[in-house]
């Protein structure tokens, strides 16, 4: 009895004294996480308001949980802790097992004490503000199964001491500032099955000991800086089911080993874009039956498409654009039943296009665009009634385009651009009521715009420009502008009057009529489109005064009406709003006489500044949700005629060129110090150069030719330092020529037809007789006729008499000196040139047109592409001439694709 009684009471003991002991440990346990917690700049925090000495940690406290009365887990994720880890009790929590600190505020590093929670399983810290290293104290950690540091701002190399964590199934650093090369120590973590390292600074090759890790599921190394070759020992991965590589600098071939038979046979996704790999598409690749996503895209992979990627019944998404790729497209794509967009764009693909691709009824997007397919567009292409988008631009195609188009009832995109497409615009085409881009452009489509397109109530950009359209714009296209926002049919042969419809609420940010054959007058409806940025109708036959209403429209900023019949003189006032942010302005070739419009030039607020901000230049683009449209621009620059490809937000022009004007240039001008283009050339200005257009500090392009400008060239334009052309030729200018960086760069033929002018380049020196250049002040308000327009057109007549006779010259000069206004007789002169300018562009553009009808596109259009553009214009050009253009012909022309970058 005695020996029962014993063991009985030594239970009890053993038993009161596991209760106190327990209650004792837990008690310091809670009171160094209250200490953790009055570190935290934020005490009201209502998750952790039950953290208190009173209550009970293992069943009060939120996100702690206790076993056998010792904190085990400990989960405050997402609970707005604003804090460090410097006071984290690392050593007073000996049996913690479970830590989640993730979608917090913690700042600060993590300190090396972490090595003390020896009984770790589980450590997330993802998504905090953690900087500094990681401490190689973490790989004391042995029992870590899932470690956790991604999207915070850690730095420093990947400590080899991770290698230690034998038992580590998931490591994830993804989306830190982690530099240095993968260690080679990961080739331990043979439990590893997830690698997570992508977005951060790592550089080196991959370890081919990553190879030997056969559980591994997930490989994600993405945007980082590595380079090399991809190690064949990948292929040894049999459990692998996403391989991501892409964003990195991999050269050399992709694996054969990777693709074998047997191997990677759980691989799904395949991603190895944007590095430098080059080689062929091993054919291997149709062995992975599993593959739901093949993304291969820019890289220099080269030889045809594998017709073994007709195997992968499951795939679903295959990039192979911005590549090297030739010869056909294989007829075994047709087979890939699953695939929802197949993109091949922009390789060197020949041949026709399969018409087994018609059998991909699950395709919603398809870009074939930039290659050299030829043939027609297949008619079992009708089949394809899931489509949304069909991307066909820039290749050879030919024939007319298939009415089974028109079956396409899904089709949102459609862009057929840059072939050579003949034939009439389907009226069907109306029917598709989704459309939200029409995009045909640079084709050699005839007859009339089909009105059913007014039909398309989604349409919001249209562009049918560089074609042979001929007839009116249907007057219902006024009617779309409460939705479209792109109008383009600019070089066709479009007649008739513009639309007059254009209504209150439009939403029209591009209007692009550019080179047709439109009469009358400019429509005052325009009125009504307060989002419009960009307005170009020159090159038609629109005769009309300058439109002044525009100036109601508060964003545009390209304004084109160049070679009109526009006349009369500009009229504003000085207390109007108007034009704040127009940056082109081009109303060259036309018949505006009077002065130049000051308080126009008053107002342009968008040239009168710099943005010292924009660190580099980008294009004026119009995001219409559905992509990016990059408005075509025709300007005279550089002594270059050119149709640019894009306008680049800091593009500024002024061109008044080819006009009547008289009177000086105002002073006024040299506010507009944001200007890149300024021509004035072929009007009638007389007066002096202002000195003030010295402080057009960004100016390239500055034509003041063929004018009766008189005087000095004022030494403040040799302090210039970024203009490329300056062309002063045939004025009556005098005196020494300034010297300055950019005036060296000069030909004589700059300054040709001024028999004054003496200095270099025109002569070797100035000698003794240098006019002194006096001091003067330009008047912007002078109206008044200067002696030498009064000798000028003196002789013009005098000279017009000897053709005709002595006595009717005499005559002629002798009206001329009584009645003391010579000017009508000018101006009469400068009709009949403009009506033989108007007559030779219409010459030139038969010829055009039939040089079009009898050659591929691709030999008239002559697309100007440099690697970094000028600050001023897109794409960047250097003139090859610097010779004065004669007043009755244009420059010769370039022109480029609209289109950039879908």
């Known amino acids: 009895m005695t020996f029962p009684k014993k063991i009985s009471l030594f239970k009890f003991f053993t038993l009161l004294y596991l209760v106190f002991t327990v209650t004792f440990v837990s008690t310091e346990e809670a009171t160094a996480l209250l200490k953790w917690k009055a570190t935290f700049n934020n005490q009201n925090n209502s998750l952790l308001a039950s953290w208190r000495q009173s209550s009970n940690a293992c069943k009060d406290w939120y996100g702690v949980i206790c076993f056998n009365g010792r904190i085990n887990r400990l989960n405050i994720t997402n609970a707005s802790v604003i804090g460090t880890l410097y006071d984290f009790p690392f050593s007073s929590l000996p049996f913690l097992e479970y830590v989640d600190l993730s979608r917090n505020n913690i700042s600060s590093t993590i300190p090396p004490k972490i090595g003390n929670l020896t009984n770790l399983v589980y450590l997330d810290l993802r998504i905090n503000q953690i900087s500094g290293t990681i401490p190689p104290q973490i790989g004391s950690l042995a029992k870590l199964q899932t470690l956790r540091l991604f999207d915070n701002y850690l730095s420093g190399a990947i400590p080899r001491e991770i290698g230690y964590l034998r038992s580590l199934t998931k490591l994830s650093l993804g989306t830190n500032f982690l530099s240095g090369s993968i260690p080679i120590s990961l080739g331990n973590l043979t439990n590893l099955s997830f690698l997570l390292l992508y977005e951060n600074q790592l550089s080196g090759s991959i370890p081919e000991e990553i190879g030997y890790l056969r559980s591994l599921g997930q490989l994600h190394l993405w945007s980082n800086s590595l380079n090399g070759s991809i190690p064949a020992s990948l292929g040894n991965l049999n459990n692998m089911s996403i391989l991501d590589l892409y964003g990195n600098h991999l050269s050399g071939s992709i694996p054969e080993e990777i693709a074998s038979l047997g191997n990677l046979n759980s691989l799904s996704l395949l991603y190895l874009f944007d590095n430098h ?196 714009i249907p007057q219902c296209f006024g009617n779309m502008s409460a939705h479209l926002e792109v109008l383009d049919i600019h070089h066709n042969n479009l007649s008739g009057t513009l639309p007059i419809t254009f209504s209150i609420g439009s939403v029209l940010r591009s209007i692009n009529l550019q080179e047709n054959e439109l009469e009358g007058k400019i429509s005052v409806s325009l009125a009504n489109c307060k989002e419009l940025q960009v307005l170009d109708l020159g090159d038609n036959y629109l ?105 680049l937000t800091v593009y500024t022009a002024i061109d008044l060129s080819s006009n009547i004007f008289e009177g000086q240039i105002p002073s006024i001008m040299g506010d507009l110090i944001a200007l890149r283009v300024l021509n004035l050339s072929h009007n009638v200005l007389q007066g002096h150069i202002p000195p003030s257009l010295g402080s057009l500090s960004v100016v390239e392009s500055l034509d003041l030719s063929f004018n009766q400008l008189v005087g000095v060239i004022p030494k403040q334009l040799a302090s210039l330092s970024s203009f490329e052309v300056l062309n002063l030729s045939y004025n009556h200018l005098q005196g020494c020529i300034p010297q300055g960086p950019q005036f060296h760069t000069c030909e004589s033929n700059s300054y040709e037809g001024n028999d004054e002018l003496r200095g270099f380049p025109v002569s070797k020196g100035c000698g003794s007789d240098t006019l002194p250049e006096t001091n003067y002040t330009v008047s912007v308000l002078e109206d008044q006729e200067s002696n030498s327009v009064f000798l000028n057109d003196f002789w013009k007549a005098a000279l017009m008499g000897y053709g005709s006779g002595l006595c009717i010259g005499l005559s002629i000069i002798y009206f001329m000196i009584s009645t003391g206004n010579p000017k009508w007789l000018a101006r009469i002169i400068v009709e009949l040139e403009h009506k033989m300018i108007m007559r030779r562009r219409k010459k030139q553009r038969r010829q055009r047109n039939h040089i079009r009808r009898n050659n591929p596109l691709d030999k008239e259009i002559m697309t100007i592409e440099t690697g970094t553009p000028s600050a001023n214009i897109a794409p960047a050009v250097t003139p090859t001439t610097r010779t004065a253009v004669p007043p009755t012909e244009k420059p010769a022309k370039f022109t480029g694709d609209n289109f950039k970058g879908w």
């Open 277 to 472: 790999l080059s080689g062929s598409i091993p054919e291997e690749i149709g062995n992975l039956r599993s593959l739901t996503k093949v993304l291969l895209y820019n890289n220099s992979l080269g030889g045809s498409i594998p017709a073994s990627l007709g195997n992968l019944n499951n795939l679903s998404l295959l990039h192979l654009f911005n590549n090297n790729l030739s010869r056909s497209i294989p007829e075994e794509l047709g087979y890939l039943r699953s695939l929802t967009k197949l993109d091949l764009s922009n390789n060197s693909l020949s041949g026709s296009i399969p018409s087994s691709l018609g059998n991909l009824n699950n395709l919603s997007t398809l870009y074939l665009a930039n290659n050299n397919l030829s043939g027609s567009i297949p008619a079992s292409f009708g089949n394809l009634i899931n489509m949304k988008g069909l991307f066909l631009h820039i290749n050879n195609l030919t024939d007319e385009i298939p009415s089974s188009m028109c079956n396409l009832t899904s089709l949102e995109l459609l862009y057929l651009t840059r072939n050579n497409l003949k034939g009439k615009i389907m009226q069907c085409l109306g029917n598709i009521n989704g459309l939200q881009v029409l995009a045909m452009s640079g084709n050699n489509l005839s007859g009339d715009i089909p009105s059913s397109l007014c039909n398309l109530t989604s349409l919001r950009i249209l562009d049918l420009g560089r074609n042979s359209l001929k007839g009116a």
């Open 543 to 647: 005769v009309d005064t300058f439109p002044m209403w525009l100036k109601t429209l508060p964003k545009l900023q390209i304004l084109s009406l160049r070679s009109n019949k526009l006349h009369g003189p500009i009229r504003t006032s000085r207390n109007e709003t108007m034009f704040f942010e127009l940056r082109v302005l081009d109303l060259s070739y036309n018949a505006f006489i009077g002065n130049l419009p000051v308080s126009l030039f008053q107002h342009l607020k968008a040239m009168r500044k710099i943005d010292q901000t924009i660190k580099a230049p980008t294009y004026l683009t119009i995001n219409v949700g559905v992509g990016y449209y990059h408005d075509p621009l025709t300007i005279a620059t550089k002594g270059l005629e050119l149709e640019l490809i894009g306008i």
